[in-house]
């Protein structure tokens, strides 16, 4: 096979056409239109990688890819192929890549910006394919590449992406080849570009403040006029307050017919009245006005039809300008921009016709007067127009608004200059205002109409033709005709037209004014002729133009028998009123003077030819009248602008001819100086800036004056030497002469290369001479420290640096630096510093900068003013004082530290900081370009001199100042560009150790704090990525520093400080690149490699090279390297780890004796530590830190373990102790990953669990302060969830720790929570108020009063403070009142079991037991528990699962309720008479045993009947042990161990049977005491009991267990069935009562059911008496009696608050549930009356209970407790009469036992354990029960009944310690409704398949017969009450004796509670105490 050969460069790039994907070896899987780069080629196969992952590389054949032309980029440390398209291409597609994968993210967490983000890519994806296409014109591609560009900025922005910096052109800037300060500024206009993009464009408003020229367009849409002729429309602006137009007028000829006469213009009718400036745009009030002028007849006559058509036409021909209206309009808000105009809105401005005798101007007023014109004037007349201001020349808005002035648009000028004039404007305009004018009648009879007709007439008298116009918008005319007016002897015209008289024509022309009268009658009208005639001449004698005002002209008679029109006599004739003398009478020929007869008219001369200054014509003629020459030159000053700069040519011209030509040099020299400096100040004026071009092309093409520079130096040199004099004059001169010192040493210049040219350089050193000498006077000039000269100096260090570019064209630029540098240091300290470092500036900006020998003359000066400037401002801080301070290496840090919070709260920086730092910006700037010759002894000079100054204030600016991001800039700048010689005579330019140790230590201080925080924000990547490279590269230089001046002697600080600084560059976020996408990963490795990998192997090589000292870091280090090589980059990893060992090494192998070295121990081994405590307690601390903190991974854990396991493991001394530090470790980033990654989760419960987790670790490891911070985090969890009584079990393991001392605390058992407390006893102290406090809120008193005991002993016998005692007695008193006076809710317990792999490894197949909260029941439960788990499965059998579902992936959960079991240690309360709020407390607390239970059917072990389901239905019990008691730390725990064992049938039979009489007597008791209760419970109960056809009756258990085939197969059993007859004797009587009360309270519909009862039950009564004997009721029921009770005690209600006696929650067959209601106080009072009264005499010891348990059921919303209720099964007779006089009745009837009865007692303990609990069909809330059950008849109810309690005297483990009955009790709970029942629970089980007595049990939906304890009943479905409840835990009455056969098993199956040892108590050496839980693994016998 041939070679492998490398591939074209051009070729390298390609992309995939086809899907490959082969298996076999080196190939590489492709997708279509997958990216690839090949590398090299082999026949039809290539070599390389995909770009999607360019780890792997491989082959893949030539056929599938497609070549496209690429580009390879060297430039950087990783070559960049890419394809060869256009730049903005390239970043389309990379940003429509990154763009792409954040938009489908947004989508997934429902961004707002999704559909934004959606519309900018398709926007991005149509441009890139317009580009691609290659057909767009150079123009569009440019626009669509800002475009594209802008809005690919605005995306980032919008999706926080970095921030993308470009070139003018918009081009990505390439930070290598851009200078810092460069990519600095881009920087901060990307980000002022973005911020407008983003925010309101507010652009045009503030665009006008920058334009000196306005245009106001107008386009005129409609004229709407009822017209029988043609008329003219005139549009001009007018200025209301001062009464006159301002603008030409624009002037439409509007037809009859309603159109433009003019049919190209027709619908394109627009004008721009140009040259407004910002005075017109502030004018008050400003109209637009339409003069009407009708043109026709004299008169309006209708068209006569009877006449000829030519008639008419005939007259329109010569038509009459006629006044016909006025419109206007007040646009002054869109003048003034304050309206935004918009051409296509239309404005209508109403039309007002002139009246008969009025003229167009008095319209006009009378309009402008009426605020509005009403409908009735206008008569819905008017003009149609679209208005809108446009800014800026007319050529920028031709170029801005193409599509409003392109075309044929008018133009009308403004009747005056713009504010600015521009150089090619050239203009001879005379605006002319026919004013007014008083004519006689002459020998008319009547008013004349008064036409004037205008002429232009040259000297010769002939009429100049088209010199004349109306406006803009019609053609030039020959002559004018005014508006005529109808017998008007005094016309007011106010009628303004222009006159255009070309400027050769202008000086000898006239105005020629004829006024004729016009007849209305067409035939005199003919014959009329003019009756008189004035005239104007447009130039007056001395040369100037008509002036621009009001002129009276004389009238003269014309008789036409003597005039003659060629006649030009008349101009010898005075024209105006003011030539004419008194009492002259002036005629010639056929015309005289006419004195009655007047004329006035206004003129206005707009030329740039013409002037109207006496003055300036006279110097422009100064050699025709050299006499006036001194008037002349001092009058020039005072000419009007305008006129100078329209000759700004001639009057220089005249200037230096007179400076040349004159010998009068001392008086002439002076004079024509100062009229230049007038002149220069104009054209420095803005008004006439654009008149500098002008100026200066004078002075490099027309400027001829050879021998000026020598007179204009010496004058010049004569104004500076004496700038000290005190005249205000010479002063004011001064100020002139500096302003225009640019221009007059451009004059010199000039001059001075004319003479050159001419002469060939002679007296070439005679000028250089006199110009060092001007420039030396200038420098004296500085020295001054006056007043007077303070603005002169100022003004002449503006003015100056603009000269050098001239000078440089004459003279050496090393000596003009010289010259410079002196006129700065000449300057006084303190004076002008700012103007100063302003001229400074420009001087860097000049030309002078580019030249490396000037430089090298002015850099010097230049930094020492800077380091000056800086150091003595207070925003410097930096200086000479701050440096000494900071001398000692000690003080470095602290002097830094101080002087940041000594930081000026100022707000601004003074305006000097700012220039020095912007010329420092700028120096550097300019010292990057490779065009201005060598930089490095430039950037020598400022490392030297500024460098330190930078830094130190940079240390000291605050970081909300603006200025501190430029400062940084220049700081990176300088290190940027050192090269490795700059560092080495920079550190070796230190001139003590101790100084470079000051200059290292701020350096690694800046940078420290450059990195942590970041002074440019996060999205400024280039900005930061730049600064972070210069910080590498300078780190790598102070490494070597640091190794070569501080090893011998060593200097702590100095390393410190380096490894501080680089561990806080390497693990900023700016460098953390696995974070970043993949584009901007690429970018930045491509450009910069992986710093942090550099900086690590810097670090480390550092570490290494420590020797001796290494020990001086141990554990300091330990921190910041664990930071270091937690980072997720291998290699650094691989590297950084055995830094560790070294570490145990050094310290280890380090002395015990702290004056022995390292070296010390090395040669003696007898002081070596031994151990590495303080390394391991420092890595302990920091890894939980920083883990907590979000660094490190799994990855990370194995990496550590291995590298150090390994090391230890071949280490002979420290092997043992290491690999156990290695495992601690290990174990400990285990447990911490797992809380991290549970820490955030919602789960509270999640989070505890690994809280505790790590508890038990710490504990095991003894690190103390660790375990505390984590007692602290796992109280505030329990605190968040309320969970008080956790909260203080968690508290008291902090207190263990502490003793009763006054010993102070150690560091390590400080708590953050209780800063104050300084000894062991406050911080006990103040721990136990709090656990008591807690205790208090989760009404844990019993807990509490034990806590308060201990606290009141040292109160009491250590320190006697009886004040504290005597409060803390107080409190202890109140929770033994709450014990007896507060209901409290008895939470349940559940057990939880998760099964597989997808649970955190915390949860994985481990059992826990949960202590609900308050009134939280099953449904309840496993609704929030299964909430937490979204992704489990709920189990739905208590079987244990199978392997497959143990290691399968997926998440299974079983949850079921389970009872609590007392323990023996409760022994101390059994016999004694207890109330029962007492023992409810013990029954539910402090509990580490539960149980539960799930029915199975055995036919093979029942006798008997086989098909009798009751026989064989036994129950399996699981007994469960937690690791520690509940409640505890936790509200859940793991259990520890199971043991299962089963229950008989017999025993279910006789639990159920006695659950069942139970619930018969609570319910009789119930409604003894309340005759308000519902019946239903009762009547359903009772029904379920006597009705064989729904419950089947008794029989089944005759059938199960009466029989002798029973008794023969199980022999042992005979006790057990003779109890279980009597338990159905004793239920007879119980019924009785229970029919009787029914009977009572039943209404007469429910009579019929009665009898059936009846019958039922007299049929029951029968069977039973007849085989198993009668039985007696201790119950009796007596009416009467019963209602005197209720109303007896009916006000006792106040001593029982919150206390309800009893509650009973039942279901009707249906599935309806009913509630009874809640007892009221006084029923209370009545039932507790009841219970003390009752006559219990007759109760017989083989039907009655020892107690009756409080039922507690959660239906109603009050806790009632039943009272007094006999038991069915035989207990003590002599339990009421013993507690009859019992305060807390309540309780009374609870704590009654005959100790008569106690072997009795115990020998049934045995019958009621071994009862069944099963439930056939398990309760609507249960989810583990199957539908094999057919259960036969139907339910109609179900009673709670209340579990039968009874405390013995002996507690033995023969039996479970709690009673199955509980679940009745919790099957008559109502649910939350969150599992809701299903309608078949309308069938359900009879009493065969009852558990705990229930009579009817609802059938389950669900797939398994088995169920539990905790099935919850129909009931369970109502929601749970809102007020307190108590609940009875069931409590087994135990035998003494086991006398029962299926006690045996139990017993040896029932596990003892094998509780954990308590936590250890705290002793100083010993660890902290060990927290629950215990995790063991899930036992496969579970249940």
């Known amino acids: 096979m041939s070679q492998w050969k490398p591939v074209k460069e051009k070729d390298r790039y390609g992309i995939a056409i086809h899907n490959f994907h082969q298996d076999a070896a080196y190939r590489i899987k492709l997708m279509v239109g997958e990216a690839v780069h090949i590398l090299e080629e082999n026949g039809g196969w290539f070599f390389g990688y995909s770009t999607k992952n360019r780890a792997v590389r491989g082959i893949f054949p030539k056929s599938y890819i497609h070549i496209k032309e690429c580009i390879v980029d060297r430039t950087g440390p990783v070559e960049v192929v890419t394809l060869k398209q256009p730049h903005v291409v390239q970043e389309l597609t990379s940003v429509l890549r990154e763009w792409g994968h954040i938009w489908k993210h947004l989508y997934i967490i429902h961004s707002e910006h999704f559909e934004t983000i959606e519309h900018r890519i398709y926007e991005l994806i149509r441009y890139r394919s317009k580009i691609l296409s290659g057909t767009l014109p150079v123009d569009e591609l440019k626009e669509i590449k800002q475009l594209v560009t802008s809005k690919i900025d605005m995306g980032n922005k919008l999706l926080d992406l970095d921030m993308v910096v470009r070139d003018d052109q918009g081009n990505i800037l390439n930070p290598d080849i851009t200078s810092t300060i460069q990519l600095y500024w881009q920087h901060e206009l990307a980000t002022e570009r973005i911020k407008k993009a983003t925010s309101v464009p507010m652009e045009k408003a503030q665009k006008t403040l920058t334009q000196y020229s306005h245009i106001f367009f107008v386009s005129v849409r409609n004229f709407v006029c009822k017209m029988s002729e043609d008329a003219e429309l005139l549009m001009t602006l007018y200025d209301a307050k001062e009464g006159r137009a301002i603008t030409e007028n624009y002037v439409v000829r509007w037809s009859k017919e309603g159109l433009a006469r003019d049919i190209d213009q027709l619908h394109n009718l627009r004008v721009l009245f140009t040259d407004l400036g910002s005075r017109d745009l502030s004018r008050e009030k400003v109209y637009l006005v339409c003069y009407v002028v009708r043109v026709g007849a004299m008169e309006v006559r209708d068209p006569d039809h009877r006449r000829s058509s030519h008639v008419p036409k005939k007259v329109h021909a010569e038509g009459m300008r006629r006044p016909f209206g006025v419109a206007a309009m007040d646009v002054t808000l869109y003048i003034t921009g304050k309206i935004e105009g918009n051409e296509e809105e239309h404005h209508f401005i109403p039309f007002l016709q002139c009246c008969e005798r009025d003229n167009l101007d008095g319209t006009l007023r009378r309009i402008l007067t009426l605020k509005e014109l009403p409908q009735k004037e206008h008569k819905g007349q008017g003009l149609w127009t679209s208005l809108k201001l446009l800014h800026g020349d007319l050529k920028q808005v031709r170029e801005e608004n193409p599509h409003l002035v392109l075309g044929n648009v008018t133009i009308a000028r403004k009747m005056g200059f713009p504010e600015v004039i521009l150089p090619g404007d050239v203009r001879n305009d005379l605006y002319l205002t026919l004013v007014s004018g008083e004519f006689s009648k002459g020998s008319k009879s009547t008013d004349r109409n008064v036409e004037v007709t205008v002429r232009v007439c040259n000297e010769k008298g002939q009429s100049i033709p088209g010199v004349i116009t109306l406006g803009g918008g019609v053609e030039m005319i020959n002559e004018y005709r005014s508006v005529i007016y109808y017998h008007e002897d005094k016309p007011r015209w106010f009628e303004i037209f222009k006159v255009a008289v070309p400027i050769e024509e202008f000086k000898g022309s006239h105005l020629k004014f004829m006024f004729k009268h016009r007849s209305s009658n067409e035939t005199k009208d003919k014959t009329e002729k003019p009756f008189a005639m004035s005239y104007v001449k447009l130039m007056q004698e001395n040369g100037t133009t008509l002036p621009d005002k009001e002129h009276e002209l004389l009238v003269y008679k014309i008789d036409h028998k003597k005039f003659e029109d060629n006649d030009l006599g008349y101009l010898s004739l005075p024209s105006m009123r003011q030539e004419l003398t008194e009492g002259q009478k002036p005629q010639l020929g056929g015309i005289s003077l006419s004195s009655k007869d007047s004329f006035t008219i206004h003129t206005n001369v707009c030329s740039t030819k013409l002037t109207q200054d006496v003055d300036l014509l006279g110097l422009l003629n100064w050699i025709s009248h050299p006499e006036v020459l001194k008037d002349s030159l001092a009058a020039l000053m005072t000419v009007d602008g305008e006129e100078v700069v329209k000759f700004l040519q001639d009057v220089l011209d005249a200037l230096f001819n007179i400076l040349m030509q004159n010998s009068d040099s001392d008086l002439y020299d002076n004079m024509v100086f100062e009229c230049l400096l007038y002149i220069i100040g104009l054209v420095s004026d803005r008004k006439y800036q654009h008149f500098q071009p002008v100026l200066d092309l004078y002075i490099q093409e027309s400027f001829s004056a050879t021998l000026a520079y020598n007179k204009l130096i010496v004058v010049l040199k004569y104004h500076i030497d004496n700038a000290n004099c005190t005249d205000s004059q010479n002063k004011d001169l001064m100020l002139k002469t500096m302003k225009s010192l640019q221009y007059c040493i451009r004059f010199i210049v000039r001059s001075r290369q004319l003479f050159s040219e001419l002469n060939e350089g002679k007296d070439q050193q005679q000028f250089e001479l006199s110009l060092k000498q001007l420039l030396q006077s200038i420098t004296g000039m500085m020295c001054y420290n006056t007043d007077n000269t303070l603005t002169v100096q100022g003004t002449c260090l503006k003015f100056l640096p603009f000269t050098i570019p001239d000078i440089l064209t004459v003279f050496s630029a090393t000596e003009l630096s010289g010259l410079l540098t002196e006129l700065i240091n000449k300057l006084p300290p303190t004076r002008l510093t700012k103007q100063k470092m302003m001229t400074v500036n420009d001087i860097v900006h000049s030309k002078l900068f580019l030249y490396s020998d000037c430089r090298a003359v002015l850099l010097p000066v230049i930094t020492a003013h800077i380091k000056e400037l800086l150091e003595s401002k207070e925003e410097g801080r930096a200086g000479v004082e701050f440096r000494n301070k900071t001398k000692s290496v000690a003080k470095v840090a602290r002097m830094l530290g101080a002087s940041k919070q000594k930081l000026h709260t100022h707000c601004g920086n003074s305006e000097e900081v700012v220039l020095c730092v912007k010329i420092l910006s700028d120096i550097m700037e300019l010292l990057f370009r490779k065009d201005i010759g060598p930089t490095a002894p430039d950037v020598k000079e400022i490392m030297l001199t500024v460098l330190r100054t930078v830094i130190q204030t940079t240390i000291t600016m605050d970081r909300e100042n603006p200025l501190v991001g430029r400062l940084v800039a220049v700081m990176i700048s300088i290190f940027r560009q050192m090269t490795a010689h700059h560092f080495e005579v920079y550190i070796g330019h230190f001139v003590t150790i101790t100084d470079l140790l000051d200059f290292l230590m701020e350096i690694l201080l800046v940078f420290k704090d450059l990195v942590s925080k970041p002074v440019y924000p996060k999205d400024w990547c280039e900005m930061i990525m730049l600064q972070n490279s210069v910080i590498l590269k300078s780190l790598r230089f102070f490494s070597h520093t640091i190794r070569d001046y501080f090893f011998q002697p060593f200097e702590h600080q100095a390393w410190n400080n380096f490894f501080h600084c680089a561990i806080a560059f390497l693990t900023q976020p700016a460098l953390q690149l696995d974070v970043f996408s993949q584009n901007k990963r690429a970018r930045i490795i491509g450009r910069y490699k992986d710093m942090r990998r550099e900086t690590g192997f810097e670090i480390r090589s550092m570490w290494f090279n420590l020797g001796q000292y290494k020990i001086q870091f141990v554990p300091g280090l330990v921190g910041p390297f664990l930071e270091m090589t937690l980072i997720p980059e291998t290699e650094l990893r691989r590297a950084t780890i055995p830094i560790f060992f070294d570490m145990m090494q050094c310290e280890f192998y380090s002395s015990r004796v702290s004056s022995e070295s390292f070296g010390d121990t090395k040669r003696n081994t007898a002081n070596i530590k031994a151990h590495f405590s303080e390394f391991e307690n420092e890595m302990i601390a920091k890894l939980d830190i920083l883990v907590e903190g979000g660094r ?792």
């Open 1192 to 1983: 490190g991974d799994e990855h990370y854990k194995e990496l550590f373990g291995e590298i150090m396991l390994d090391r230890c493991e071949n280490h002979s001394t420290m092997r043992d102790q290491g690999m156990k530090f290695v495992k601690t470790v290990t174990r400990l980033m285990e447990r911490l990953l797992e809380y991290r990654f549970i820490i955030t989760d919602e789960n509270k419960e999640n989070r505890m669990s690994c809280t505790v987790n790590l508890l038990d670790f710490y504990s095991e490891i003894n690190r103390k302060e660790m375990y505390i911070r984590y007692v602290n985090k796992l109280c505030d969890l329990h605190l968040e969830c309320d969970n008080y009584t956790e909260a203080a079990y968690t508290l008291k393991l902090h207190s263990k720790l502490l003793h009763w001392s006054d010993a102070p605390l150690p560091p390590l058992l400080k708590s953050h929570k209780y800063p104050t407390c300084q000894t062991h006893r406050e911080l006990k102290e103040a721990l136990y108020y709090d656990i008591i406090d807690y205790f208090d809120k989760g009404k844990m008193w019993e807990c509490a009063i034990a806590v308060c005991k201990e606290l009141a002993s040292q109160y009491e016998e250590e320190v006697f403070d009886y004040k504290q005692l005597s409060l803390l007695l107080k409190k202890e008193s109140h929770f033994y009142d709450s014990i007896m006076k507060q209901i409290r809710p008895e939470p349940e317990y559940f057990r939880v079991a998760y099964y597989g792999r997808g649970f955190p490894a915390f949860l994985q197949n481990k059992v826990f037991v949960y202590r609900g909260k308050e009134y939280e029941r099953l449904s309840d439960f496993s609704s929030r528990t299964l909430n937490q788990l979204p992704n489990a499965e709920l189990m739905n059998k208590l079987t244990p699962p199978g392997e497959d579902i143990m290691e399968s992936p997926h998440q299974y959960v079983q949850i079921n309720k389970v009872d609590p079991l007392m323990d023996d240690r409760k022994q101390r309360l059994s016999g004694k008479p207890i109330n029962d709020q007492i023992l409810r407390y013990h029954r539910v607390n402090d509990i580490q045993k539960f149980r539960f239970s799930r029915p199975i059917h055995r036919k093979e072990l029942s006798g008997g009947d086989g098909d009798n389901e009751f026989a064989s239905l036994w129950l399996e019990r699981t007994v469960l042990v937690t690791s520690y008691p509940l409640p505890g730390i936790l509200r859940w725990f793991p259990v520890t161990s199971t043991d299962t064992y089963q229950v008989s049938p017999l025993q279910n039979a006789i639990e159920t049977m006695e659950v069942t009489n139970k619930a018969l007597r609570d319910l009789i008791i119930a409604h003894r005491s309340d005759p308000t209760l519902q019946l239903n419970p009762l009547s359903l109960k009772i029904n379920g009991i006597v009705d064989a056809a729904v419950m089947g009756g008794v029989t089944n258990y005759e059938k199960a267990f009466f029989t002798t085939q029973y008794l023969e197969a199980h022999p042992e059993d005979a006790v057990l069935i003779n109890k279980l007859q009597d338990l159905i004797a004793s239920q007879i009587p119980l019924l009785e009562l229970c029919i009787q009360i029914h009977r009572q309270r039943a209404p007469p519909s429910l009579m019929p059911f009665q009898q059936r009862l009846e019958e039922c039950f007299a049929e029951m009564q029968n069977h039973v008496e007849s085989k198993y004997g009668k039985k007696t009721c201790d119950l009796k029921f007596e009416n009467a009696k019963f209602v005197t009770m209720r109303r007896q005690f009916s006000s006792a209600s106040t001593h029982t608050d919150n206390h309800r006696l009893s509650e009973v929650s039942l279901t009707s067959s249906e599935g309806s549930r009913s509630r009874v209601s809640s007892l009221t106080r006084s029923q209370v009072a009545s039932l507790k009356n009841f219970a003390t009264t009752f006559n219990f005499s007759n109760i017989n010891s083989s039907n009655t209970l020892g107690r009756a348990a409080v039922s507690h059921h959660g239906s109603s919303p009050s806790k009632q407790h039943s009272i007094g209720s006999p038991s069915v099964s035989s207990r003590s007779q002599s339990m009421f009469s013993k507690t009859s006089s019992s305060a807390s009745l309540k309780g009374t009837s609870k704590r009654d036992k005959s100790t008569k009865e106690g072997k009795r007692r115990s020998s049934r303990k045995s019958d009621h354990e071994s009862s069944s609990n099963v439930k056939a069909a398990a309760s609507s809330s249960q989810w583990y029960t199957t539908p094999e059950c057919e259960l036969s008849p139907p339910v109609i109810s179900s009673v709670a009944t209340t579990t039968v309690f009874e405390l013995r005297q002996e507690l033995t483990p023969k039996r479970p310690l709690r009673s199955e009955v509980e679940r009745e009790r919790r099957m008559s709970r109502p649910s939350s409704g969150q599992f809701q029942t299903s309608s078949r629970f309308s069938t359900t089980t009879i009493l065969t398949t009852r558990v705990n007595g229930s009579n009817t049990t609802p059938c389950s939906n669900r797939d398994s017969i088995g169920t539990t304890d905790s099935t919850a009943s129909e009931e369970d479905l109502i929601p749970p009450p809102l007020p307190q409840k108590a609940r009875e835990a069931d409590y087994c009455n135990l035998p003494d004796e086991p006398d029962s056969v299926v006690s045996e098993p139990v017993r040896l199956l029932t596990p003892r509670v094998r509780n954990k040892p308590p936590p250890p108590e705290p002793v100083e050496k010993v660890s902290p105490p060990t927290p629950p839980p215990k995790k063991p693994a899930l036992k496969p016998s579970l249940g």
